[in-house]
Nanobody, 124 residues
Framework: QVHVTESGGGSVQAGGSLRLSCVAS??????MAWFRQAPEKDREGVGGFDSYNRTMLREPVKGRFTISRNNAKNILNMQLNNLKPGDSGTYFC????????????????????WGQGTQVTVSS
């Protein structure tokens, strides 16, 4: 059974940086993505990779976040730079353990494996 584990969250001031990592274990995954959820808000996609190593980041984080993947090790990393208070929330790693995914999707229903989340807090 595939599991994913996130690490790297923390508390920083606005303008600071963090690096999040996600490791998938117990099997292979075809796509991975990051989602985040702020208190009292819906979960939203941040970015990810599809099965063909294409990557996508959503507009609110473009130019500030970068995402990378080590396919051989089933690792998904995300560098968060120039953080803003609005970036605060719980960041979840998601993986797809079945079938290929063409195009990065921010539809959480297309991912069947989820981590527990790691907290990111950005103070002003």
């Amino acid at each position: 059974q595939v599991h994913v584990t996130e690490s790297g969250g923390g508390s920083v001031q606005a303008g600071g940086s963090l690096r999040l990592s996600c490791v998938a274990s117990g099997g292979t995954v075809s796509a991975m993505a990051w989602f985040r959820q702020a208190p009292e808000k819906d979960r939203e996609g941040v970015g990810g990779f599809d099965s063909y190593n294409r990557t996508m980041l959503r507009e609110p984080v473009k130019g500030r976040f970068t995402i990378s993947r080590n396919n051989a090790k089933n690792i998904l990393n995300m560098q968060l730079n120039n953080l803003k208070p609005g970036d605060s929330g719980t960041y979840f790693c998601a993986a797809r353990s079945f079938g290929r995914l063409s195009g990065v999707s921010m539809d959480p229903l297309l991912y069947d494996v989820w981590g527990q989340g790691t907290q990111v807090t950005v103070s002003s």
